[in-house]
């Protein structure tokens, strides 16, 4: 049969790629990997072109190799527009860098010593390739991923003489990792169960570790390296990273994780704390410096990080005035100390995590305490219980992350509302009357916090207009009592507007806000039950979504107001697979 020939004059029934419109070859462009897109451009000259904005927007760069290729590129590409410029003065014709706006720059210490026999790239080299970078693209935003490295080694040493402008952020893995073990950040541990550990790709490198499977000792205590002061001057100081915004120290990885979300990775091994940490020599907080840059920073993340003591969070966290995201993982704070920071730090901040080792000697006693004071044996002000002041101060938190080996009721109602149920006489895991109960107390509650503010704006009035001077108590002209009556109502409208604000802002949040708690151990008070608390979860407030889980009992489940409560897979939610392939030694007691 014969192919039927085109009418003349008619397109062609597969169109060149460069005739295509602009809009269509970027949208297809955008679901292309890099490799493609890199031998696209070898095709033609206007494909070439084409490809360059995609192909050069978002470039992630994995070693100190590439790097170097990828300066040399933006190199001759400045040199290409001089010689053009030199026999075509119009600008219109002249081209310009790559068009770079974020730029992801990964260096493997240990990868780079294998490549380079034993030498690591220096700070010096990786200053002078951002500098170069920057001097192309001058409005770039660059992060700074630094794995497998040690903080008296090669780079991490001589961070602090160097300048690294446009990193807006720095995430470091300090450890390394060595055949059948697992040493990160000098930690020699058993490779956990719970979490898979990826293994290098790179063909050079043994194999990082041995089966993720098998742990001889659970409890092995751990060593850890000594950062020195200048290691956290180079992050903190505000000269080597001038523009950094997101700080991460990984303490205990050496690499990232395969699985982020596993929070009982690391959260059940037994930590040799020193009994008195100091950086190298005897050096004390005041060795820090300043600490300007911490100003700048709007994300802080910090996991098992064994030098961060309660002085030192303290003092560094009162210098971060635009911190909006905190993350503490598994380090070295005591709850007393948790207990003078949540007040201070939880209002002005947007997402929160805070996870504890199981094995939190502090976090015992304070349990031992709470279950003293139900007795009338000890004052609940002196106890730096945890779970009433992050219901407190935590309300304005898009999200909420909190492990601990103990909670509590105190997480979800406070104490009059806990009263209050008592004195009803209802069954605390009745849902139904539960809710008619706290609503109506909520209500109540609501209402005499409206009246306190208006009466204290009405008294705060009152004393301005007695400072003054006035011959009547608002200046005159009209009677007080019209006055008063006059802020009252202004006042109320402002109170409705900020609720009115709050639920717009819970509601048009994108997937709403969120907590997710984890109990690792128990209960801080022994007549709680955890049916009563996941009844308590769902009379939370509208748009707020609970995620509780309690080791122990490998139960989990997810809770929001007026739906119907959501069994989950405690080992999928928790550690990452599902509870049925839990070892026993994970399904043992955390």
């Known amino acids: 049969m014969e192919r039927a020939q085109p009418l003349l004059g008619a397109m062609p029934i597969k169109a060149p ?36 904005t995609p192909l050069y927007h978002r470039p992630q760069i994995k070693s100190y190799h590439a790097l170097t290729l990828f300066v040399r590129t933006l190199n001759q590409v400045a040199d290409y527009a001089v010689r ?9 014709d002249r081209p310009l860098s ?25 700070a010096v080299l990786i200053g002078r390739l951002i500098n170069t970078v920057v001097a192309h693209c001058p409005n770039i935003n660059i992060t700074l ?25 720095v995430v470091l893995y300090l450890g390394q990792t060595r055949q059948g073990s697992s040493v990160l950040d000098g930690l020699e541990l058993p490779a956990s169960p719970l979490a898979p550990a990826s293994t290098p790709n790179h063909s050079l490198l043994p194999t990082a570790r041995g089966n993720p499977n098998t742990v001889t000792d659970r409890s092995t205590k ?25 700080v991460e120290i990984h303490h205990f990885r050496a690499t990232p994780p395969s699985q982020p979300g596993a929070l009982a990775e690391i959260s059940s091994y037994e930590i040799d704390w020193p009994h008195s940490y100091v950086y190298g020599g005897g050096q004390k907080v005041d060795n820090l410096g300043t600490l300007a840059g911490l100003g700048k920073v709007q994300t802080l993340i910090l996991e098992f990080v064994p030098e961060l003591d309660n002085s030192i969070l303290m003092a560094s966290l009162s210098r971060a005035a635009n911190l909006k995201q905190l993350e503490l993982r598994y380090c070295k704070l005591s ?26 000697s502090s976090a015992e006693e304070v349990a031992l305490l709470v279950n003293k004071s139900i007795e009338g044996d000890e004052a609940t002000s002196d106890i730096p219980h945890l779970c009433p002041l992050i219901r407190e101060f935590g309300k304005n938190l ?39 109960v706290l609503s109506d107390f909520r209500k109540q509650t609501n209402d005499r916090r409206r009246k306190l503010r208006i009466a204290q704006a009405v008294a705060e009035a009152k004393a301005k207009a007695r400072s003054t001077g006035s011959s009547s108590l608002f200046g005159g002209g009209r009677a007080d009592e019209q006055r008063v009556g006059d802020l009252a109502r202004e006042m109320e409208r402002t109170l409705d507007d900020e609720e009115k604000t709050r639920t717009r802002l819970i509601s048009g949040t994108k997937g ?13 008070r022994t007549t709680d039950s955890w049916a009563e608390i996941e009844e308590e979860a769902s009379l939370g407030e509208e748009g707020v979504k609970w995620t509780i889980a309690n080791g122990n009992l490998k139960r989990a489940s997810r809770h929001h107001r007026g739906e119907v409560r959501i069994d989950l897979d405690y080992g999928e939610e928790i550690c990452g697979k599902p509870t049925a392939q839990l070892t026993p030694l994970e399904t043992a007691d955390v």
């Not at 790629?17 to 990997?33: K, M, V």
């Not at 200048?230 to 001038?242: I, K």
């Not at 708690?517 to 128990?522: D, E, Y």
């Open 222 to 246: 751990l060593k850890f390296c000594q950062p020195n002061a200048p290691f956290w001057r180079s992050l903190f100081n505000g000269e080597a990273f001038p523009d950094c915004k997101s």
């Open 398 to 436: 898009i999200h909420l992350e909190f492990a601990n080996p103990y909670l509590c009721r105190e997480l979800f109602v406070d104490k009059l509302e806990m009263r209050k149920i008592e004195e009803s006489g209802v069954l605390r895991t009745d849902r139904f009357a539960l809710s008619s």
């Open 84 to 92: 053009r410029a030199r026999w075509k003065w119009w600008k219109e």
């Open 17 to 52: 790629l460069e005739r295509i419109p602009t809009e269509l070859c970027d949208d297809i462009f955008g679901y292309l990997q890099l490799k493609d897109l890199a031998k696209l451009a070898l095709t033609s000259r206007a494909l070439y072109a084409a490809v360059q």
């Open 145 to 169: 991923t630094l794995s497998r490295a040690n903080c008296h080694l090669p780079p991490m040493t001589a961070l602090e003489k160097e300048a690294f402008p446009r990193v807006t952020r």
């Open 512 to 524: 709403g806000w969120d907590r997710r708690v984890v109990c690792w151990r128990g209960l801080c």
């Open 98 to 122: 790559k068009d770079v706006s974020e730029l992801g720059i990964t260096i493997d210490a240990v990868q780079e010593g294998v490549r380079n026999r034993g030498q690591r790239p220096t």
């Open 335 to 360: 709850q007393s100390a948790l207990a003078k920071l949540l007040p201070h730090a939880l209002p002005n901040l947007t997402s929160f995590t805070l996870l504890i080792n199981t094995r939190s």
